[in-house]
């Protein structure tokens, strides 16, 4: 069985210090990981869903860097709204392929589950976004893997969760991906 590790909504700041919402974020990752690296079983796989900092700063980015380093070999990362494409790819430059603000996605298959990470960072929103150009991608990815079990890792939910305010900044197109979900068997999991 795969064991995979998901983190998000990280939200580190450059000034280790600095709290969001009373909270101090990078301590609370430093004690997550740390809390996990004694507690828990190895992970297969490192998934982090977005929201890596709260500012955007490449010094923020490069303190989550060391702070999953001895995950760095199995990580995998999709942008939240609180993310830059151009600078998390910059740091993560060994992990994430492309180029500047172009979309940031992944796929690989491990122990018979295709896990495919989806981009619903939209520059300068808080709401995601999913688009055709994307579907088309995922329908592809799907179908050339041959796997019967498919993962999907976003950051911005693809349903209304019962919350007003997460709802009101949830994923907007996300119909496309419902339809898809709905009608591929093979996914099984959206994280």
Same mark, same amino acid.
């Not at 700041?13 to 990752?29: A, D």
């Not at 690296?37 to 490069?62: C, K, L």
């Not at 830059?84 to 992944?106: C, K, M, Y």
């Not at 197109?173 to 068997?185: H, N, S, T, V, Y």
């Given at each position: 069985?795969? &064991?995979?590790?998901?983190?998000?909504?990280?939200?580190?700041?450059?000034?280790?210090?600095? &709290?969001?919402?009373?909270?101090?974020?990078?301590?609370?990752?430093? @004690? $997550?990981?740390?809390?996990?690296?004694?507690?828990?079983?190895? *992970?297969?796989? $490192?998934?982090?869903?977005? @929201?890596?900092?709260?500012?955007?700063?490449?010094? +923020?980015?490069?303190?989550?860097?060391?702070?999953?380093?001895?995950?760095?070999?199995?990580?995998?990362? $999709?942008?939240?709204?609180?993310?830059? &494409?151009?600078?998390?790819? +910059?740091?993560?430059?060994?992990? =994430? +392929?492309?180029?500047?603000?172009?979309? =940031?996605? *992944?796929?690989?298959? @491990?122990?018979?589950?295709?896990?495919?990470?989806?981009?619903?960072?939209?520059?300068?929103?808080?709401?995601?976004?999913? @688009?055709?150009?994307?579907?088309?991608?995922?329908?592809? $990815?799907?179908?050339? +893997?041959?796997?019967?079990?498919?993962?999907? *890792?976003?950051?911005?939910?693809?349903?209304?969760?019962?919350?007003?305010?997460?709802?009101?900044?949830?994923?907007?197109?996300?119909?496309?991906?419902?339809?898809? =979900?709905?009608?591929?068997?093979? =996914?099984?999991?959206?994280?």
């Amino acid at each position: 069985m795969i &064991r995979i590790l998901q983190l998000t909504d990280l939200h580190v700041f450059c000034e280790p210090e600095q &709290r969001l919402k009373g909270i101090p974020t990078r301590e609370s990752l430093q @004690d $997550v990981v740390a809390w996990i690296a004694q507690t828990e079983a190895p *992970f297969d796989q $490192v998934i982090v869903t977005g @929201d890596h900092t709260h500012d955007e700063m490449p010094a +923020s980015y490069a303190a989550v860097q060391q702070i999953l380093s001895p995950w760095q070999e199995r990580l995998w990362q $999709v942008p939240g709204n609180h993310d830059d &494409r151009t600078v998390l790819r +910059s740091v993560f430059a060994d992990h =994430i +392929s492309g180029q500047g603000d172009e979309p =940031i996605r *992944f796929h690989f298959t @491990d122990q018979g589950w295709l896990c495919v990470g989806l981009d619903t960072h939209l520059p300068g929103e808080v709401a995601g976004w999913m @688009d055709q150009p994307q579907l088309d991608w995922l329908k592809c $990815v799907i179908a050339e +893997s041959g796997v019967s079990q498919v993962a999907l *890792f976003l950051h911005h939910p693809p349903v209304d969760v019962g919350s007003e305010w997460m709802d009101a900044i949830g994923l907007g197109g996300r119909e496309g991906l419902q339809q898809l =979900i709905a009608e591929d068997k093979r =996914i099984r999991l959206v994280c």
